[in-house]
């Protein structure tokens, strides 16, 4: 069974430095999503995209971050300078169907740590 | 604006039994979409049901079933013959056709005892 793929697993990283999440979406699937949860907290979304080009974001998903499809396949999302607050598990979801309201699966998650 | 909200932080049933997670839900759209998810400890996001707002029917998979109730803005889940893999996180979700983003509960942590 087709599935979402996160790379990688786990990073570490030390404030301030840029970060980028891959992920490779199901192969026929034409909507894609970030989502955070810091750790015991809900889950939250991030950005929508859609087309090449960002659908919605939401307040958390300030100039910091940015999003990509650069190679057709991957879709990325990079943190410029990272903040002590921006350690979370981030997934990524990708949705195949002709409405954004189609059911999105989930990646199995990159763990972020920031120092 | 949309909003999730699961009362219920954590539950626990015996292995075997059935066990009912409450969510509710309050959403202005008419169109919209409602999904319980499954959360283990490996922190992966497992679909376990969906529910579409315009059918009457409420859903079912194998040992998990819903309670939709549409005017109540309610969505339960309901779980039978509980087993240990069953222990998890469970999240209620919702996303309207015009957004696409999915809004979530606080989560429910269920424990499964044998």
């Known amino acids: 069974e087709p599935e979402v793929t996160q790379t990688p697993s786990h990073q570490v990283t030390q404030m301030g430095q840029e970060v980028i999440l891959r992920c490779v979406p199901i192969s026929n699937h034409l909507y894609f999503y970030w989502y955070r949860q810091i750790l015991g907290q809900k889950v939250e979304f991030l950005v929508s995209f859609y087309n090449n080009e960002i659908s919605e974001k939401s307040e958390i998903f300030d100039d910091q971050f940015s999003v990509e499809r650069p190679d057709g396949s991957n879709f990325t999302l990079k943190i410029r300078s990272t903040k002590l607050e921006d350690s979370a598990m981030y997934f990524c979801?990708?949705?195949?169907?002709?409405?954004?309201?189609?059911?999105?699966?989930f990646g199995p998650g990159t763990r972020l740590t920031v120092l | 604006a949309q909003t999730v909200t699961q009362s219920q932080p954590e539950m626990s049933v015996q292995e075997a039994e059935t066990v009912t997670l409450s969510c509710t839900y309050d959403?202005?759209?008419?169109?919209?979409?409602l999904f319980w998810y499954k959360q283990p400890p490996s922190r992966q996001m497992i679909l376990v049901i969906r529910q579409e707002a315009y059918k009457q029917q409420n859903a079912t998979e194998n040992r998990f079933s819903v309670n939709f109730q549409k005017a109540a803005k309610s969505f339960s889940l309901k779980i039978s013959d509980s087993q240990l893999g069953d222990t998890a996180m469970y999240f209620c979700?919702?996303?309207?056709?015009?957004?696409?983003?999915?809004?979530f509960g606080q989560g429910t942590t269920l424990q499964v005892k044998p």
């Open positions: 959403t202005s759209e008419n169109n919209y979409y």
């Open positions: 979700a919702s996303v309207t056709s015009n957004t696409g983003k999915l809004i």
């Open positions: 979801a990708t949705g195949a169907g002709t409405t954004t309201a189609d059911t999105q699966y």
